[in-house]
C-alpha cells in the first residue's frame, strides 16, 4: 500500500482545523510556530547524493521559514 503525500493546501487546512478545535486554547504565536514546523516537516528531506542545488534549495527553504 502506497502513502498519500499531503500537499500543502493539506498541511494548511489541518492545522487550521487544529487551530480552531484541539488547540484553540493557544495563542497566535505558538499557532504560527505550529504551522511552520508542521511546513518543515512537509518539505522533501534534503538527498543523500551529490546533488547541491536540489539540497541547497530545500535547505534555503527551511532557513527562510523562520
Known sequence: MTEDKQTLTD???DWWDD?????????METSIEDLVDRIGL??????DTNDYK???CIRMIRENLR
Do not use: D
Request: aromatic share 14%; net charge neutral.
Open 19 to 27: 487551530v480552531f478545535t484541539t488547540h484553540s486554547n493557544r495563542g
Open 42 to 47: 512537509w518539505l522533501p528531506k534534503e538527498h
Open 11 to 13: 498541511v494548511i487546512a
Open 54 to 56: 536540489w539540497n541547497e
